[in-house]
């Protein structure tokens, strides 16, 4: 009975893998596929807002515009010319871009202040546009569920595999977080092929990922987010040179292949530079929200990270925990009522309070996790305590939720409360009078090394020389001309 089991289960299998065969649009060669294009379709718009809500979305028309079009237009051209591609520019300062099934392609500030021409993006856009037509995800998104069939059927046929279901099924989706590296080499190879086909010289794409690796070898630099999540094999530079010959030593036509330095330049001028201390910023341990005007101690020695969806904070040790989030609801109780609801919170005791003035609610939980232990039972993990606060500030409900396991919440109690009870308003102007850096492009007024044109524009500190020079992809020692545009980093008000 069991190996009749065994070989259904098999033959069903065979049967799925050769009635999902679907021809690969970039390499013409029949692969495994249990994703269809509606499927990616979907799974695109859906992903779509979430991410817009995580980052935000920066507002520039001109630079917007700009990307329309020569996304469009490398759509046009690309293996996959009947998929509407939409792209954005994310209001963050990591130096990052990505692409998602469906169409959707996206660029953060922060690398669109690195690239020093338009053949630059032009790479690195015909290398996102790569990963959708060459169907990366969606390729990754079948070898994942066929692993999950595979263990499936595993858990038929065995029964000690079928309690631990849920393990291998998180761990076959950790193996394919990220592009392997062959679908890195493709996706290079192609957007070489688009970026050349639109027009732009191939070879600036090579030298973009030259600076980003002189970012990750330069003493006190954290790796940029683009080579974190694009594998970065050690001769990447000389294969994208390599391959831009080659493309070019092929092509029909004769007119010359673009770069667009000063066209680029001239349109980044001004776009922010870092962090945007208007959207939240830490300083002597505090958190300042100069738009929303309120203030918050940040405990000592903790990491923060903020983004448009919500502030996290936690301890080094990672023991302790606390989000803060805007809520949707009108009073205290049905904000209350939706964590509740939300995070299946089991209420230990809970009271209405002042903080700083302001109508508040505080509330004490409990969160039980369960585990499969290779038993038929059960077995109860240590708790997690929740320490929440609800406060009503500005007409809008702010809420802390800080998190402990149980045997550490006391440990931590005043850490976690810290933050809530000194919640209050900001009403100091220079907190709130901030400015953002910004990238600016000046003319080069004389002939002269890097390094001295920066001195003539207030730049002495050696490090700011230096990380100046890295957004230009330039030495210190360049010679420049006049006439020649560079980037400088202009101040913000802090």
């Not at 130096?95 to 998602?100: D, E, G, L, M, Q």
């Not at 595993?154 to 595999?161: C, D, P, R, T």
């Not at 030259?210 to 970065?232: A, C, N, W, Y």
């Amino acid at each position: 009975m069991r190996q009749m089991k065994i070989r259904i289960t098999f033959i069903a299998i065979l049967g799925l893998l050769f009635s999902s065969c679907s021809v690969n649009p970039v390499t013409g060669k029949k692969e495994i596929m249990l994703v269809s294009e509606s499927q990616e379709l979907a799974m695109g718009a859906n992903a779509d807002p979430g991410i817009i809500a995580s980052m935000g979305l920066y507002e520039d028309e001109k630079l917007q515009a700009f990307i329309n079009e020569k996304g469009k237009e490398m759509g046009a051209i690309s293996h996959r010319p009947q998929l509407d591609y939409k792209f954005r520019i994310l209001d963050s300062p990591v130096i990052n871009a990505f692409a998602v099934p469906g169409g959707y392609v996206y660029f953060t500030r922060g690398i669109m202040a690195h690239f020093n021409n338009e053949a630059e993006f032009a790479g690195v856009l015909g290398h996102e546009i790569g990963h959708i037509t060459a169907r990366h995800s969606a390729a990754q998104m079948s070898q994942q569920q066929l692993l999950g069939i595979g263990a499936i059927a595993g858990a038929v046929a065995f029964e000690g595999i079928r309690n631990n279901f849920d393990q291998i099924q998180q761990g076959m989706g950790l193996l394919f977080l990220k592009f392997g590296r062959d679908d890195e080499s493709q996706s290079d190879m192609l957007g070489v092929d688009y970026s050349t086909q639109v027009g732009y010289d191939a070879h600036e794409m090579a030298n973009f990922f030259g600076v980003l690796k002189r970012m990750q070898l330069q003493s006190g630099q954290e790796i940029p987010t683009f080579l974190s999540t694009h594998p970065d094999p050690g001769d990447r530079f000389n294969k994208v040179h390599q391959m831009a010959g080659e493309q070019q030593a092929t092509r029909e036509s004769n007119m010359p292949l673009k770069i667009g330095r000063n066209e680029y330049l001239k349109m980044i001028d001004g776009i922010i530079y870092g962090e945007d201390p208007r959207q939240g910023y830490v300083e002597n341990n505090v958190f300042f929200h100069p738009v929303l005007k309120f203030l918050f101690p940040v405990p000592q020695s903790w990491k923060l990270v903020n983004s448009p969806q919500m502030v996290q904070m936690g301890d080094e040790q990672g023991k302790a925990i606390i989000m803060f989030t805007l809520s949707s609801k009108n009073t205290l109780q049905e904000a209350a009522q939706e964590a509740i609801e939300q995070y299946s919170l089991s209420v230990v005791e809970s009271g209405d309070r002042r903080v700083n003035g302001n109508s508040a609610m505080a509330m004490i939980s409990v969160i039980k996790q369960e585990q499969q232990q290779g038993t038929t039972q059960p077995q109860e993990q240590e708790a997690i305590r929740a320490l929440s606060y609800f406060i009503l500030y500005g007409g809008q409900i702010y809420h802390f939720m800080g998190l402990s396991r149980e045997n550490d919440f006391n440990t931590y109690f005043k850490t976690l409360q810290s933050p809530m009870e000194g919640f209050q308003m900001l009403s100091d102007p220079s907190k709130i009078n901030v400015a953002p850096d910004r990238v600016r492009v000046v003319n080069i007024p004389r002939e002269g090394t890097l390094q001295s044109i920066l001195q003539t524009n207030g730049v002495y500190v050696k490090d700011e020389q230096e990380k100046t020079a890295l957004l230009n992809n330039m030495e210190l020692q360049d010679i420049l001309k006049p006439g020649d545009l560079i980037k400088v980093i202009e101040k913000g008000k802090r």
